[in-house]
C-alpha cells in the first residue's frame, strides 16, 4: 500500500519523506498549500486537529507529528532498508534522547530563522533583525554542545547513523543552502564533518534540495525517479 503524505515537501514533511526514501517505502505526496491556508480546511483539520503537516493516511490508519510517524515507521519497518533504532536498548535510548534535542532545542530556532529569512519574505513580511540575531544566539549554543558530543562520537547516538541524525537533514539543508548561514556548521570541526558524512548517506541531501524546490505537480514523477535512484 503506498502511503500518502499530506503537506507541501518543502516543509516538515521532508523529514517524514526522507525516512520513507531511506526505509524504501512507497508514499505519495498530497499536496496543502500552506501559503493559501489548506491547512486551516475544516477537512484538513479533520485529520490533523492543530493544523500542521505534516499527517500520514496508510489505508484506514491515520498519525501525524513528523517524528512520531518517522519512529512508527522505523519501527514497523526496522530490517527493511538502513537500521535506524540501533541493537540495544541502550542505544535506543540514545537516539530517542537525540531525537528529543533536535525536536525541542535544535529545530525551534531553526525553524524560526527559516520562517523568517526564508518563507516570510515569501509572503511579504519583512525579516526582523532582532529575531534573527536571538535565534542564531540559540542555535549556536545548541551547536556548540554537538560539536562536544560529535568530537567523542562519529553520529550524534554513538557509532551508526540513527534517526536522530536523519531527523536534522531537511532544516538543516535550508541552513546551509538557503540563508547563507552555513558558517554555522562549517566554524565547528566535528559538526562539519558529521553534516558532511549524513549528506552522503543515501545520497539524502540532494533529494533534500530536490524537495525544497520542485513544484507539488512536478514531485510525484521525481519521487519515483529519485526513489528508484536511491534504492538501486
Ligand atoms: N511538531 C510538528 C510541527 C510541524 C510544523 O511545524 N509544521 C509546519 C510546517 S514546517 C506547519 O504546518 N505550519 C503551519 C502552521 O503553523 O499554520 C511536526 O513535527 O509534525
Not at 553534516?195 to 552522503?200: A, K, L, M
Request: glycine content about 4%.
Amino acid at each position: 500500500m503506498v502511503v500518502k503524505v499530506y503537506g507541501p515537501s518543502y516543509a516538515s514533511p521532508k523529514r517524514v519523506i526522507a525516512l520513507f526514501i531511506e526505509k524504501g517505502i512507497e508514499f505519495e505526496v498530497v499536496d496543502v498549500d500552506l501559503f493559501k491556508a489548506e491547512n486551516r480546511n475544516p477537512d484538513y483539520l479533520k485529520l490533523q486537529p492543530f493544523g500542521v503537516l505534516p499527517v500520514i493516511q496508510d489505508g484506514d490508519y491515520t498519525l501525524y507529528e513528523s517524528r512520531a510517524i518517522m519512529r512508527y515507521y522505523a519501527e514497523k519497518y526496522k530490517s527493511q532498508g538502513t537500521e535506524l533504532l540501533g541493537k540495544t536498548i541502550e542505544e535506543r535510548g540514545l537516539i530517542e534522547q537525540w531525537l528529543e534535542v533536535e525536536a525541542h532545542n535544535y529545530q525551534p530556532p531553526l525553524h524560526d530563522l527559516v520562517v523568517e529569512l526564508l518563507f516570510g519574505p515569501k509572503m511579504g513580511k519583512t525579516p526582523d533583525p532582532k529575531r534573527i540575531e536571538k535565534d542564531e544566539e540559540k542555535l549556536v549554543r545548541v551547536l556548540d554542545v554537538y560539536e562536544e558530543r560529535l568530537s567523542k562520537t562519529k553520529y550524534l547516538a554513538g557509532g551508526s547513523f540513527s534517526l536522530a541524525d536523519l531527523s536534522h537533514l531537511p532544516f538543516t539543508q535550508y541552513l546551509v543552502t538557503s540563508l547563507e548561514k552555513e558558517y554555522l556548521i562549517r566554524d565547528r570541526e566535528h559538526v562539519s564533518a558529521w553534516w558532511d558524512d549524513i549528506n552522503q548517506i543515501q545520497d539524502l541531501f540532494r533529494l533534500m534540495i530536490y524537495l525544497s524546490l520542485i513544484w507539488i505537480e512536478e514531485f510525484d514523477h521525481l519521487n519515483k525517479r529519485q526513489s528508484e535512484q536511491l534504492r538501486s
